[in-house]
C-alpha cells in the first residue's frame, strides 16, 4: 500500500512541476502595460510597505528566486530580475511577501526561521542514520528511532512551509492588484501562476510525511518480531 502511495505521489510531483514549468514559460511571455522589471516590482512592494533596508539583488538560475532573513535580500532569477511580464511581477511580489512577513514578526516564518540549524544539522546525518538504522533494525532499533527524530523535524519544517508560502502569495496579490501592477486578465494570470507554485509545497510535505510513515512502520515492525 505504501508503494503506490510513493508512485501517486512521484507522478503527482511530476505532473505539478510539468505545470508550474509550464505556467512561467506562458506567463513570461505576457508583457506588464506598465513595463516594470521584476526588481522595479520588488523595489515598489517593498518601498510601498515601508521597508527601505532589503536589498533586491539577482541570482543565477531558473525559479531560484527566494528571500533571505539572515542579510535582508530579495533574490530574484536573472530571468525575473530584468523581466517585465506577468510571470516575473507575480514572483518578485511573492519573494517580497517574505520580507512583509519579516518586517512584522509573522509567528509562522519566525517559527519557521528557528527551525532552520535544526533542519540543516539533520539533513547532513539523516541519510546515514537511518541506513544504519534500517540495516541493524533488528540488533539496534533505537538508531532507526533516532533516524525517524530526524525526519521528522524535516517534515515539520515542510509543513510549517506551506502557510508561510501561501501568506506571501496572499500579500503578493493583494498589494499587485491595489497597486494596479496586475488588473483583469493579467491579474488572474499573476494568481494562477502564483496557485501552480503553491501545489509543489503541498505536494513536497506530503510525500516527506509519506516517507516518515514508511519509516515508522518498518521500526514498529521491528518491535513486533
Known amino acids: 500500500m505504501i508503494w503506490i ?22 506567463y513570461s511571455r505576457e508583457p506588464l502595460a506598465s513595463s516594470m522589471t521584476g526588481r522595479d516590482v520588488a523595489l515598489k512592494m517593498l518601498h510601498d510597505n515601508g ?3 532589503v536589498q533586491v539583488t539577482s541570482t543565477p538560475g531558473q525559479l531560484t528566486d527566494h528571500y533571505n532573513p ?11 530580475y ?7 511581477a507575480a514572483v518578485a511580489a511573492h519573494e517580497c511577501g517574505h520580507a512583509v512577513q ?6 509562522m516564518l ?6 532552520v540549524p535544526i533542519v540543516n544539522f539533520s539533513s ?16 539496534m532499533p533505537q538508531i532507526l528511532l533516532i533516524g525517524i527524530v530526524l525526519f521528522a523535524t524535516t517534515t515539520l519544517f515542510s509543513f510549517i512551509t506551506l502557510p508561510v508560502e501561501i501568506d506571501a502569495s496572499r500579500r503578493a496579490l493583494q498589494w499587485l492588484n491595489r497597486s494596479g501592477i496586475t488588473y483583469g486578465a493579467t491579474h488572474s494570470h499573476a494568481q494562477d ?5 503553491a501545489y509543489t509545497y503541498v505536494v513536497a510535505a506530503l510525500g516527506s510525511l509519506a516517507t516518515l510513515i514508511y519509516y515508522v512502520m518498518i521500526f514498529l515492525g521491528s518491535r513486533r518480531d
Open 5 to 26: 502511495i510513493f508512485i501517486g505521489i512521484a507522478v503527482i510531483s511530476y505532473i505539478v512541476q510539468a505545470n508550474l514549468k509550464n505556467k512561467f514559460n506562458r
Open 51 to 53: 521597508i527601505y533596508d
Open 70 to 80: 539572515a542579510n535582508k535580500t530579495v533574490n530574484l532569477s536573472e530571468g525575473v
Open 82 to 88: 530584468n523581466s517585465c511580464s506577468v510571470a516575473a
Open 102 to 107: 519579516h518586517a512584522t514578526a509573522y509567528s
Open 110 to 115: 519566525k517559527m519557521r526561521s528557528n527551525l
Open 124 to 139: 547532513q546525518i539523516m541519510s546515514w542514520v537511518l541506513l544504519a538504522g534500517i540495516l541493524m533494525v533488528q540488533t
Open 193 to 197: 501562476a502564483l496557485r501552480s507554485a
